[in-house]
């Protein structure tokens, strides 16, 4: 207990570390002794500082704030998937939500062009707006389906396979309005899906950070819940938990979360996934109470780690971000499901 407790200390100084990273690192380079400055006074008149102040403000510090509460959400997300379906291998698209956002989206990209004859992509912030719409829409839709679906159906399995099932039949839909689309919403559908944290910028972000502060404290709240399924469905009963209303309670708080990220960044994968593993093999424990708050810390700074990754000096432009959570996620969860395995065997 007391071990694991130090690792708080260590996951904060590493996101303020991965926080300053970001604001200082990048195409342009900015002094370190300008940075606090810049944030916390005035805007320059002219010259490099305001440029600097630009730079910050309008791109590395919306930027940054949307990776670190992506992050965090995407993680607790994830811990609560593996959670309730008791599969090392479950994340935040296993139920088909982040699929459900996908094809929200598809519909208003890929429909824009040919009913309105205008693709959705030349109409700036509007169209923005209009994505960020289609994606809550489309995951939240998914989610109240698997939401009834579980009140029909005992077997956490089975409520597995159906949303696996959901994710592949809006796959097949989103392939049929490809093939009859237009190039160029083709196109925008793609960038969308290749996550990006810095889709998010002006006002955006900070309704962005206000809606996932109020959704992470409050899956927090389940920590009991989820300490008690981990026992198994049976003993869990027995101890008094309604079991089917706690589950009910734990997907509905992780699909509120991939919804909300998927929304405003578009589908980051692996981090859900990988870092509850991380999680557990450095806590060494399957105690909520201490894996919760670690898994949100640390998918903070894994987040902020893979946008430091993407737009480092050298690339044009920026990476997408998928590209980099897939060479750091996947190591990871073949690294921890190995060891796993080699240790039951011993």
């Known amino acids: 207990m007391r071990r694991s407790l130090l690792w708080f200390p260590l996951l904060l100084a590493a996101i303020v570390l991965f926080l300053m990273a970001n604001l200082l690192i990048g195409s342009v380079s900015v002094p370190a002794g300008e940075v606090l400055g810049l944030l916390s006074g005035p805007q320059p008149a002219d010259g490099d500082a305001l440029i600097h102040y630009n730079i910050l403000w309008k791109s590395r510090l919306p930027q940054a704030v949307t990776a670190l509460v992506a992050g965090a959400g995407l993680a607790v997300s994830g811990l609560q998937m593996q959670t309730v379906f008791r599969n090392p291998l479950a994340g935040p698209s296993v139920l088909g939500i982040s699929n459900g956002a996908s094809l929200g989206v598809a519909f208003v990209v890929l429909l824009s062009g040919q009913l309105g004859g205008v693709a959705l992509s030349r109409l700036g912030l509007l169209g923005e707006g209009a994505l960020t719409v289609a994606a809550i829409v489309g995951s939240l839709t998914v989610m109240a389906l698997i939401a009834w679906v579980s009140q029909k159906v005992r077997s956490s399995v089975s409520l597995l396979i159906i949303g696996v099932m959901i994710g592949y039949l809006a796959t097949a839909i989103i392939g049929v309005l490809k093939f009859f689309s237009a190039e160029e919403d083709i196109r925008a559908y793609v960038v969308w899906g290749l996550g990006s944290f810095a889709r998010v910028s002006g006002g955006r972000v900070w309704l962005f950070s206000m809606l996932m502060a109020v959704l992470l404290p409050l899956s927090m709240l389940l920590v009991k819940q989820m300490n008690l399924l981990l026992l198994g469905d049976g003993y869990a009963r027995n101890l008094g938990l309604n079991v089917r209303r706690s589950r009910l309670l734990v997907i509905a708080s992780s699909g ?3 919804a909300i990220v998927t929304a405003y ?7 859900g996934l990988a870092v509850p593993h991380l999680c557990r093999a450095i806590m060494r424990t399957s105690d909520h109470r201490l894996l919760m708050p670690a898994t949100l810390l640390m998918g903070a700074a894994l987040a902020l780690v893979c946008n430091l990754i993407a737009r480092m000096p050298g690339f044009e ?9 897939a060479l750091i996620g996947a190591p990871v969860v ?6 796993r395995r080699r240790e039951n065997y011993e």
């Not at 960044?265 to 981090?271: H, L, T, Y």
């Not at 432009?317 to 959570?325: C, D, E, F, I, Q």
């Not at 073949?334 to 060891?339: E, G, N, S």
């Open 334 to 339: 073949a690294t921890v499901l190995f060891k």
């Open 256 to 258: 509120t979360l991939v």
């Open 317 to 325: 432009g920026a990476l997408p971000v998928n590209s980099v959570t």
């Open 265 to 271: 960044c578009g589908p980051i994968m692996f981090i």
